[in-house]
C-alpha cells in the first residue's frame, strides 16, 4: 500500500525566513497531495492541494511543488510569521476508488522564532 | 455550505466503560465519512471510513467500532473502553470520489482513567 515519509520532524525559522518541508510517497497511482496545518489543540485544517496534473501551485505565501517522476512534493512557505507556527501534515490519495483514503505523513513541527 | 459537528468536545470515561462519539455533517448529501485518532503530539491514524448507510471499513483492528444509521451521521463507539484509547478522535469527510479534499470536524478529546 501507499506509504508517506514526512521530513523534517522538526523545524525551527527566524520570522521572515522561508521554511520547506518535504514529503515522498511510494505508491505511483497517488495523485492527490493535501497539505494540512494543525494548530495546538485544533482540527487539521486544509492550507493548499495539488494535483498529479500540476507541478506547482501558489497561495500568497504558501506553494507546493510535486515532482512525480521522483515521487516526492513539498511545502514552501516564504516570509513566515509567527502565527505560521503549527504542526503540518502532508498526505496522498490515489484515484480509480470511491473511498478517497488519505495516507498522511507524520507530520512536521514548525516553530517560527518572533 | 458544509459543517461538521463533533459531541462531545472532551470526554472523561474510567477504564472498562462503554464510549458512544457521534459526528453529524450539514450541507452535503451522501459524504464519504471517516474516524481518524490522534495520540498526543502524534500523527492521523485512520480508524474506520464509510461511503454509504450501513457500510464500514475497518482500517486497524481494535475495540473500537463505528456505525452509519444516517447519511450523514456517523458514531464511533465501545463496549470497554482500554487506557490506551485516550486520544483526539477526529472526524472527517468528504465528496464522494477519489481524489477528494477531506474536512475535519473539531474533534473529541477524550481521557481514559
Known amino acids: 500500500g501507499e506509504n508517506v515519509e514526512q521530513h523534517p520532524s522538526t523545524l525551527s525559522v527566524q520570522e521572515g525566513d522561508s521554511a520547506v518541508i518535504k514529503c515522498t510517497y511510494s505508491d505511483s497511482a497517488s495523485n492527490y497531495f493535501p497539505w494540512y496545518k494543525q494548530e495546538l489543540g485544533k482540527r487539521p485544517q486544509l492550507i493548499i492541494d495539488i494535483r498529479s496534473n500540476v507541478g506547482e501551485k501558489k497561495d500568497q505565501r504558501i506553494a507546493v511543488t510535486l515532482n512525480k517522476t521522483a515521487k516526492h512534493f513539498s511545502l514552501h512557505i516564504t516570509e513566515t510569521q509567527p502565527e505560521d507556527s503549527a504542526v503540518y501534515f502532508c498526505?496522498?490519495?490515489?484515484?480509480?476508488?470511491?473511498?478517497?483514503?488519505?495516507?498522511f505523513g507524520t507530520g512536521t513541527l514548525l516553530a517560527v522564532q518572533p | 455550505s458544509q459543517t461538521i459537528h463533533q459531541w462531545p468536545a472532551t470526554l472523561v470515561q474510567p477504564v472498562g466503560s462503554p464510549l458512544s462519539l457521534e459526528c453529524t455533517v450539514e450541507g452535503t448529501s451522501n459524504p464519504n465519512l471517516y474516524w481518524y485518532r490522534q495520540a498526543a503530539g502524534r500523527g492521523l491514524q485512520l480508524l474506520f471510513y464509510s461511503v454509504g448507510i450501513g457500510q464500514i471499513s475497518s482500517e486497524v483492528p481494535q475495540n473500537l467500532s463505528a456505525s452509519r444509521p444516517q447519511d450523514r451521521q456517523f458514531i464511533l463507539s465501545s463496549k470497554k473502553l482500554l487506557l490506551s484509547d485516550s486520544g483526539f478522535y477526529l472526524c472527517a469527510w468528504s465528496v464522494s470520489g477519489a481524489g477528494e479534499t477531506q474536512y475535519f470536524g473539531p474533534g473529541t478529546r477524550l481521557l481514559v482513567l
Open positions: 498526505a496522498a490519495s490515489k484515484g480509480g476508488g470511491a473511498t478517497n483514503k488519505l495516507i
